[in-house]
Every structure is written in C-alpha cells, then in structure tokens.
C-alpha cells in the first residue's frame, strides 16, 4: 500500500484524503438521518394520519406532538397548515408547503453529496 502511494505521487494522496473523506460524510449523514428516524416504521404517525383523515384532529396533534421522528414532525406541520381532511372542490393552486423547519437539519451538507 505504501508502495502505491509513494509511486503515485501527490495525486494519489489527493484522491485518498477525498475518499476518506467521502466515506466519512456518508457515514455522517447516514448517522443523522438515523437519529432523526428517518427509517423508523411509522406506525404511530400512521394510526394519527387515519385519525386526522377521520375527523379527530385533537387525538392526532396530540399523538404526534410528543414524537420526535421525522416523519412525525412533517405530518404535523402538515395537519397544522392544513384544516380536517373533508371532500372539497378541487383547488385552484396547490397548497403551501410546511416551512421546513424540520426538514433542514437533514438538509445539512447534502449540497457537497
């Protein structure tokens, strides 16, 4: 191993330093994205989202409220942007999305990816 980096030269020590460096930012976001629970199942945001749709928005806040997974979190910024699930005409421009607070950290460096 020695031996390839002395006779590759400075270009191969450049492209070491990227891959460990590589490696090491993956392994970072995958870390954050695992402490946000970002693969978590979801059953209870599902059991809240069927409240919502059935018309006990009080149950479903207070069901995700306490929370702390990522999708728990945009599922609530999306209940409390939007009313009660009901039939309704057709909209003349879609909604607005959540702010997106809940979503920058997982933004974090994902530009140099």
Do not use: Y
Not at 12 to 37: D, P, Y
Not at 56 to 79: C, I, K, V
Request: hydrophobic share 50%.
């Amino acid at each position: 191993m020695n031996d390839l980096l002395v006779q590759g030269g400075p270009i191969i020590w450049i492209i070491a330093a990227l891959s460990v460096l590589t490696v090491a930012l993956i392994l970072w976001k995958i870390w954050q994205l695992w402490s946000m629970g970002a693969w978590s199942h979801g059953a209870v945001t599902d059991a809240a989202i069927r409240d919502w749709v059935g018309g006990r928005a009080e149950s479903a806040h207070s069901t995700l409220s306490e929370r702390n997974s990522l999708r728990a979190q945009l599922a609530l910024a999306a209940m409390t942007t939007n009313k009660p699930f009901q039939s309704r005409p057709p909209a003349k421009k879609p909604p607005a999305w959540p702010s997106g607070s809940c979503m920058r950290p997982a933004q974090g460096c994902a530009r140099w990816i």
